[in-house]
Nanobody, 122 residues
Framework: QVQLVESGGGLVQAGGSLRLSCAAS????????MGWIRQAPGTEREFVAA???????YYADSVKGRFTISRDNAKNTVYLQMNSLKPEDTAVYYC????????????????WGKGTRVTVSS
C-alpha cells in the first residue's frame, strides 16, 4: 500500500520561506514522478511542481523562480523549497505521485498524501 507523508507546513510571514518534505513508501518508485498540488479554500486544486525520476521538472507559472522541487531517490522523498512566499500561496499542499514522467494535471495523479497546511500572513 502506497503511503505519502508530508511535513514542513506552518505559518510564515510574507517574504519568508518554508521547506516541505514528502516521504513515500509501499512500493518501488523508480519510473514514478513526484510532485506537489495545492488547494486554497474555495478554489480548485492547482498543480504546483513535479519532478521525474530522472529529475526533469515542471513548475506552475505562479511559482517559477520562487519554488524549487527536488527529490532523493534513495530515500523516496520529494522536497519543495518555497521562498519569497506570498499570501496567495496559502493552501493545503498535497504530495502527489504518478507513474511516468512529469505531469501538470491534478486528476491524472495516481497517489495522494493527506496534505500539509501552509499559511502566509501579510
Amino acid at each position: 500500500q502506497v503511503q505519502l507523508v508530508e511535513s514542513g507546513g506552518g505559518l510564515v510571514q510574507a517574504g519568508g520561506s518554508l521547506r516541505l518534505s514528502c516521504a513515500a513508501s509501499g512500493r518501488t518508485f523508480s519510473n514514478y514522478a513526484m510532485g506537489w498540488i495545492r488547494q486554497a479554500p474555495g478554489t480548485e486544486r492547482e498543480f504546483v511542481a513535479a519532478i521525474s525520476w530522472s529529475v526533469s521538472t515542471y513548475y506552475a507559472d505562479s511559482v517559477k523562480g520562487r519554488f524549487t522541487i527536488s527529490r532523493d531517490n534513495a530515500k523516496n522523498t520529494v522536497y519543495l523549497q518555497m521562498n519569497s512566499l506570498k499570501p496567495e500561496d496559502t493552501a493545503v499542499y498535497y504530495c502527489a505521485v504518478r507513474r511516468g514522467g512529469v505531469w501538470s494535471t491534478p486528476h491524472l495523479t495516481d497517489y495522494w498524501g493527506k496534505g500539509t497546511r501552509v499559511t502566509v500572513s501579510s
